[in-house]
């Protein structure tokens, strides 16, 4: 069993970074893949990137690739998403995840946060 809680969302400018921090409880997270997802407003949720449980391997979406970082720290039991050059369209809630393996599918996740509000202004 895992308990994800996002945090780190806000109001940032068109450029500017935020990083978002999953703070997880439980005893799995270290063996945990960990996903990012986000959902716009009257859109599908989808995916922004993913890490292996031992964080050697990280896969993003094409839209964020090159911007986003996703890291793992399985001492301090977090997850962050770095996110640089961030543009309007990046505005969504954000969630974490964690599952058995690295997916870009939000099908293969067991756990979710809560979500966080990311708001990109023009």
């Known amino acids: 069993q895992v308990q994800l809680v996002e945090s780190g969302g806000g109001l940032v400018q068109a450029g500017g970074s935020l990083r978002l921090s999953c703070a997880a409880s439980g005893r799995t997270f270290s063996s945990s893949a960990m996903g990012w997802f986000r959902q716009a407003p009257g859109k599908e949720r989808e995916f922004v990137a993913s890490?292996?449980?031992?964080?050697?391997?990280?896969g993003y979406a094409d839209s964020v690739k090159g911007r986003f970082t996703i890291s793992k720290d399985n001492a301090k039991n977090t997850a962050y998403l770095q996110m640089n050059s961030l543009k309007p369209e990046d505005t969504a809630v954000y969630y974490c995840?964690?599952?058995?393996?690295?997916?870009?599918?939000?099908?293969?996740?067991?756990?979710w946060g809560q979500g966080t509000q990311v708001t990109v202004s023009s």
């Open positions: 890490i292996s449980w031992g964080g050697g391997s990280s």
């Open positions: 995840a964690a599952g058995r393996g690295m997916s870009s599918s939000w099908h293969n996740y067991n756990y």
